[in-house]
């Protein structure tokens, strides 16, 4: 059974909803108000806020209006693969007379047809009955969240530690949005001037057969550290431009991603390029992928002036990405939890990591990091794949990838 938890929140409802005191309707007080996506977005961003190995947690926010206290209860029925097979909202004003509930609850499908409201009839500011009770719930709900976003830190500190000279990692604490599995998140930091970063594809391997990313390491002997790459088609073929050393090892660029992360400037290429950078196609006119011998194409998750360029869906899954940050270091990044991936970017824009822009790569099963720590490896990868119409999990569980993106030091060249 997944545990209880408790926010408490002082007047809540400044914006003039508030409960009627008369007793609890049995569900004839409320509709049913099926298939609400605006409704079942608020409410899951509320869920985002308590992590799942966290039996309670408090906050509040202080009251307005003289309004009474509100205790708010999120709850998990039993879990199922292992998303939960239902969530209950509890309202309680306990200090009212009598003690009035407001409950929301929601069942797999999440936001189909078993979304409903229970509780007395609502009361405007006025005390005029409302007419749309779940529209004034959904603006409480969206005020809440509201408040809460711009409180609440999304990451625990920062402990950056030195593997090598140009060679950085941390393992930081997801403190919102990872809604199941561990709350880590693992940064990996490289020089540019000390590494370089070079994609493989298992065509280039055709005798051999298809490994995940142990198997690859073992290829890469050399390789400090390694990391999915983006996308790929059913056939294996990777989804946007990858290319190392000059070789194509795709067949054409992606039509509508934006990233590419590219490394060794040609010879002929310009002077003065970086080492090692994230191209903007939407944004970058300077930077040419065709410049660089190496390249890997995805879709842009952050860029530069902090907008996140990816949509606010409802898919929880192990998150992989690769960005670049103020100092021109390139950062390998990966969340084995389940989080999404707006919410991710909303963490990856905290302003001590210090990240210019952001590329996201494969995400669920297919995020996998390799690192090699003073001759020991690390593994880490998703567990998750959630849909609103599946959950999936399934611990240690790595399979193959068509594709990576190694880090090499320079000297081994």
Not at 2 to 25: E, R
Request: proline residues 8%; negative net charge; aromatic residues 8%.
């Amino acid at each position: 059974m997944w545990p209880k938890i408790k926010i408490f929140f002082l007047s809540i409802l400044a914006g003039g909803l508030w409960f009627n005191g008369q007793a609890a309707a049995q569900g004839g007080g409320l509709e049913s108000f099926s298939g609400n996506s605006r409704l079942r977005e608020a409410i899951w961003r509320l869920a985002a806020f308590i992590p799942g190995d966290l039996e309670e947690r408090g906050l509040k926010v202080e009251g307005v209006r003289g309004l009474p206290p509100v205790t708010i209860t999120l709850g998990f029925d039993e879990v199922l693969d292992p998303w939960p097979e239902s969530l209950t909202l509890s309202f309680v004003a306990e200090e009212s007379q009598p003690p009035t509930y407001f409950i929301v609850s929601d069942r797999r499908p999440f936001g189909g047809p078993n979304l409903r409201l229970e509780g007395p009839p609502v009361k405007e500011a006025g005390g005029r009955e409302a007419d749309e009770p779940a529209a004034l719930f959904l603006d409480l709900l969206n005020r809440l969240n509201d408040r809460l976003l711009a409180r609440r830190p999304r990451l625990g500190p920062i402990d950056w530690r030195e593997n090598a000279p140009g060679f950085e990692t941390a393992c930081v604490r997801l403190l919102f949005g990872a809604r199941l599995g561990p709350a880590d998140l693992f940064l990996v930091r490289f020089d540019p001037a000390r590494f370089t970063f070079r994609p493989y594809h298992e065509s280039e391997y055709p005798e051999l057969e298809q490994v995940n990313i142990g198997g690859w390491a073992e290829r890469l002997t050399q390789a400090a550290a390694l990391i999915n790459s983006g996308q790929y088609y059913p056939d294996r073929s990777y989804m946007g431009l990858l290319s190392r050393g000059g070789q194509r090892l795709s067949t054409a660029a992606h039509p509508q991603w934006k990233g590419v992360l590219v490394a060794d400037p040609r010879p002929e290429a310009p002077e003065g390029l970086p080492a090692a950078a994230i191209i903007d196609l939407q944004k970058d006119d300077v930077l040419k992928a065709e410049y660089y011998q190496s390249a890997m194409q995805s879709f842009m998750l952050l860029d530069r002036e902090g907008q996140i360029r990816v949509r606010n869906s409802h898919n929880l899954a192990g998150r992989a990405a690769v960005g670049q940050d103020q100092a021109g270091r390139i950062v390998l990044i990966m969340t084995p939890a389940a989080i999404a991936l707006h919410d991710l970017a909303l963490v990856l824009k905290s302003p001590a990591l210090e990240l210019r822009q952001v590329m996201g790569l494969d995400g669920g099963f297919e995020s996998q990091l390799l690192l090699r720590q003073n001759g020991t490896p690390f593994l880490s990868g998703g567990q998750f794949s959630i849909t609103e119409q599946r959950a999936v999990y399934i611990p240690g569980y790595h399979p193959t990838l068509p594709a990576i993106l190694a880090v090499l030091p320079r000297n081994a060249e």
